[in-house]
């Protein structure tokens, strides 16, 4: 299963990007030591995993410490084993996904597109509330990630783009 991994970092001289390598990861502690070593004197350091235009996966760290996860969708961890270690242990289903907004369709699109629907049994998990802080609370998160014809890039480009560091994870993407 291929993936995106983009670790964004932010010290006092504001925001960078890095990519970040997650092959032969054999835990959630290695793929921490990952992201620590984009920027081992960051504040804040949040990876976002991008997998087959289906789950993403929202990892941070504040101040290389207290490592928290949001899972897009529990049925990452049943795909594959980058999955199984990002999001297996996550046993905390993420509630509210019922009381989010009828999605829009796409800007530009009609509702015959070619973007994928929404998955309904999606079953998002983990720390809902990982950017609540940073001005995406939790439901704002939930309802990107149930958006109809949202892709997991997607996701991230609007989230990066609420937090400002959104050219520098485009960068990345067209290198």
Same mark, same amino acid.
């Given at each position: 299963?291929?993936?995106?991994?983009?670790? *964004?970092?932010?010290d006092?001289?504001?925001? !960078?990007?890095?990519?970040?390598?997650?092959?032969?990861? !054999?835990?959630?502690?290695? +793929?921490? %030591? #990952?992201?620590?070593? +984009?920027d081992? @004197? $960051? /504040?804040?350091?949040?990876?976002? +995993?991008e997998?087959?235009?289906?789950?993403?996966?929202?990892? #941070?760290? /504040?101040?290389?410490?207290?490592? #928290?996860?949001?899972?897009? @969708?529990?049925?990452? $961890?049943?795909e594959?084993?980058?999955?199984?270690?990002? *999001?297996?242990?996550? =046993?905390?289903? *993420? !509630?509210?996904?019922?009381?989010?907004?009828?999605?829009?369709?796409? $800007?530009? &699109?009609?509702?015959?597109?070619?973007?994928?629907?929404?998955?309904?049994?999606?079953?998002?998990? &983990? %720390?809902?509330?990982?950017? $609540? /802080?940073?001005?995406?609370?939790?439901? =704002?998160?939930?309802d990107?990630?149930?958006q109809?014809?949202?892709?997991?890039?997607?996701?991230?480009?609007?989230?990066?783009?609420?937090?400002?560091?959104?050219?520098? +994870?485009?960068?990345?993407?067209?290198v």
């Amino acid at each position: 299963m291929s993936y995106f991994a983009a670790a *964004v970092v932010r010290d006092d001289g504001g925001w !960078t990007a890095a990519e970040v390598n997650l092959r032969g990861v !054999t835990d959630i502690d290695e +793929v921490a %030591d #990952r992201l620590r070593d +984009v920027d081992q @004197d $960051a /504040d804040l350091s949040l990876l976002f +995993v991008e997998a087959e235009d289906t789950y993403l996966v929202i990892l #941070r760290l /504040d101040e290389g410490e207290d490592l #928290r996860i949001f899972g897009s @969708d529990s049925a990452y $961890a049943e795909e594959s084993r980058l999955g199984a270690l990002l *999001v297996g242990d996550l =046993k905390t289903s *993420v !509630t509210g996904l019922d009381d989010v907004e009828e999605p829009r369709p796409a $800007a530009g &699109g009609d509702e015959e597109s070619e973007q994928p629907a929404v998955d309904p049994e999606a079953d998002p998990v &983990g %720390d809902a509330d990982i950017l $609540a /802080d940073l001005g995406i609370p939790a439901q =704002k998160l939930l309802d990107l990630c149930a958006q109809e014809g949202m892709l997991p890039a997607d996701v991230t480009a609007e989230v990066c783009l609420m937090l400002g560091c959104a050219d520098e +994870v485009e960068e990345l993407r067209e290198v």
